[in-house]
């Protein structure tokens, strides 16, 4: 089984469950777009993003963003909502690692502060997802 690791975050809300909830899934480099696409189905949000490459230090990562029916090219609060998830984690200085529960691997989890700019992060979770579904 995979272990994937995601951010279950509002956007557009300082109140838990509140706001365009948005699920960032935050290592997705292996996953194969079915996989994605079938995770989207399953959590049953409006869309759900998964992040890959993302690099700390040089402040950059990769965002795929599916609906239930199609992957997108763009959509706001999911740009907004995967911001959200990584501030915390670069906002605190360069050379630190996304760690699986999206905090920094070395230091404290999510700040407050993400809040600000539209999300707030009702904590991790994880997914299980059977190998053969990774390629």
Known sequence: MLDLGYRHVDV????AL???GLV???DAENL???VMQGL???VRQFETAFLAGVDLLGRSARLRIFTEDEELDFAGHPV???AAVLHPVAG???GRELGPDGGAAD???PDPRCRAMGGRDHGSGRRDARPGDNG
């Open 107 to 109: 230091g404290p989890g």
């Open 40 to 42: 989207t189905r399953e």
């Open 80 to 82: 907004l909502g995967a």
């Open 12 to 15: 557009f809300s300082r109140r």
């Open 32 to 34: 194969s777009t079915a």
């Open 92 to 94: 605190r200085g360069s």
């Open 18 to 20: 509140q706001g365009n």
């Open 24 to 26: 960032v899934v935050l």
